[in-house]
């Protein structure tokens, strides 16, 4: 298929990139390019896909013709967390919700007959301990997890015999990709083991979360490409692995078993985070197949631990703006780079 992946340089849009290329679709991507500057260094990346047809534009201000000839659009692009949620909550319901509909919109006009959107398990918010599915009640707890849901409802309103949008609801990101990001849980525990001999939480630790990996969730979205539309129209998907559901201290327990003399420290023991889900995976598996992933935690973790290894990094660079996205845009927009609204200054 010819198709358009909006944020595509992103750290989920690299690995969505290769494994359409690799499956034979045609690609072109989109993306206001940000975090150009967040390269992990001596990361292995495939040129072919650094170097597909692309134009450096905001979704906020794209036009129809921009979406003219493709058969598909993978929609990444957006803010991709609760910190960047929370940076501005009206900013962040303008390009997750407003400008996703928009798109869509566009999108429908244009011709394209498949859409997939990038929404997330965190619409869920405070899910309590028992496993729940695509059916359970949606408590959303931030700016960004209102914000998704907001986006599947106005979207799912277009879909119709001409328009197949379909949501991805990703689980909690990790792993390893040429533009990585540390302000996920994953990430970030394994990072200050490495770099610290210190597991540091920053809450107590009892949360659940749905952990998947960034290649798992990339081969999700690509395999919606190959679904019959008439199955997966105005669908929610959770991208998650039933088994793959942590607490928060289970993540830390499994990194510091892979290091000697590693500890586990809380650096606020009390902070407990409202935002807690277990949630299942298998309408996903349903739908394509029990082969969707390959990944599970403790070999996602052991695969980060070699390579922080290999690249050494120091928790400034980790916690500071050259891998955490708030922090990044907060330094642009301090040098004058981009304004309070991410538009180019």
Known sequence: MRTLVTGHKGYLGYHVVADLLAAGHGVRGIDADWFRACDFPNYPSDQAVRAIPAITKDIRVLEERDLEGFDAVIHLAGLSNDPLGDLDPELTFEINHKASVRLARQAKSAGVSRMVLASSCSVYGAGGEDMIDENALLRPQTPYARSKLNMETDIASLAGAGFCPVFLRGGTIYGLSPRIRFDLVVNNLTAWATAT??????????????????????????????????????????????????????????????????????????????????????????????????????????????????????????????????????????????DRKLFPA
């Open 197 to 338: 001999g210190r597991v540091l939480l920053k809450s107590d630790g009892r949360a659940w979360r749905p952990l998947t990996h960034v290649r798992d969730m990339a081969s999700a979205f690509a395999a919606m490409l190959e679904q019959p539309l008439g199955k997966i129209r105005g669908q929610a998907y959770n991208v998650a692995i039933t088994s793959q559901n942590f607490r928060i201290v289970e993540i830390a327990r499994l990194i510091a078993a892979h290091l000697p003399e590693c500890r586990i420290e809380f650096q606020r023991a009390g902070n407990r985070d409202t935002r807690n889900y277990r949630v299942s995976g298998e309408k996903l598996t349903r739908q394509l197949g029990a082969g969707w992933h390959r990944f599970d935690l403790e070999a996602g973790v052991v695969e980060l631990l070699g390579e922080l290894a290999r690249t050494k990094i120091a928790p400034d660079d980790f916690e500071g703006p050259r891998f955490q996205r708030l922090a990044h845009l907060q330094k642009l927009m301090e040098q004058g780079k981009l």
